[in-house]
């Protein structure tokens, strides 16, 4: 971030004439806080109000890519989750935790919008792709006035360090979420060109096997922490174990035309 001014700078209080403040997802970009978009920048330097999602006790990542130019911890609010991996996402008790938490952080955010305040809520990547910022933005748009800045997502943060080209031609990509089961996986492998799967944590030995029965194991590349500190790219046959942290993903890129 050299030469890019510290963006901190306490907000005077909205003009008086405001009525509501404005809800920002404001897409963090994959990593490497470079790769913030100018938009972002911008909104970042002006809302009284910074949000980010993190496990308990943790930072968020989207925070994290934010430290080279944030320094003011009375603009922030740290959303911590109920649970992350310690239950299962389809449980009732999961689910209810969550609406919970997402309803009781909407009505936070909602007093700070009412009294004319800015929110700015951070998203790693692109806030309208798996983003928890969506959930919010349910809660709140039709209250609010929203504005929403992409960002680069984490996998073309992944492709592009990984140094191959996702799709040619008429090749169709496949975004498919490592959650799923191995038999939806592998036939949803079986119909594509190419493939990006995410949320890889403890489902790799089950993506690895859903890419086998699909013939793609030989194209597949693991991508680690794409353009952040402790990146790692590494062909997934060639990958001797099955840990991979949350933020990790398999690629499979596409072999379309190619004049
Ligand atoms: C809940 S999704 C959020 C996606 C995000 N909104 C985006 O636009 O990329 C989280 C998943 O994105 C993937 N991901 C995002 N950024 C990544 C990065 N820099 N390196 C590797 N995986 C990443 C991982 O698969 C992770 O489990």
């Known amino acids: 971030m050299d030469g890019l001014m510290t963006l901190d700078r306490p907000e005077e209080d909205a003009p008086a004439h405001a009525v509501t403040g ?18 972002a920048l911008r909104v970042l330097q002006r809302a009284p109000v910074l949000v980010h999602f993190c496990k308990r006790g943790r930072r968020g990542n989207a ?16 959303l911590a989750y109920p649970y992350t991996t310690e239950i299962h996402p389809e449980h009732p008790d999961y689910v209810a935790a ?35 910022f969506m959930h919010l933005w349910r809660r709140l748009k039709d209250r609010f006035p929203v504005e929403v800045v992409p960002g680069v997502t984490g996998m073309s943060g992944c492709w592009t360090r990984a140094g191959t080209p996702i799709t040619w031609g008429d ?6 979420p490592a959650t799923l ?9 079986r119909g594509t ?8 944590g403890r489902h ?19 991508v680690e922490r794409g353009t952040m500190a402790g990146e790692r790219v590494i062909p997934l046959d060639r990958k001797p174990d099955d840990e991979a942290p949350y933020f990790s993903m398999v690629l499979v890129p596409g072999e379309g035309r190619r004049p």
């Open 22 to 39: 404005t809800l920002y997802g404001v897409g963090m970009g994959p990593g490497d806080p470079d790769l913030l978009t100018v938009k």
């Open 181 to 189: 089961p191995e038999a939806v996986l592998a036939e949803r492998l």
């Open 171 to 176: 090749d169709v990509l496949t975004v498919l």
């Open 204 to 222: 790799l030995p089950k993506v690895r096997a859903a890419l086998a029965a699909a013939g793609l194991l030989a194209r597949a590349v693991y």
């Open 98 to 132: 969550l609406a919970a938490f997402y309803d009781d952080a909407a009505g936070q955010l909602a007093d700070h919008l009412g009294a004319g305040r800015d929110v700015a809520i951070l998203s790693e990547g692109d806030p309208f792709f798996y983003g928890s």
């Open 193 to 200: 060109d190419a493939a990006v799967v995410m949320k890889l």
């Open 63 to 78: 925070r994290t890519i934010a430290d080279a130019i944030l320094r003011d911890p009375a603009r922030e609010m740290a």
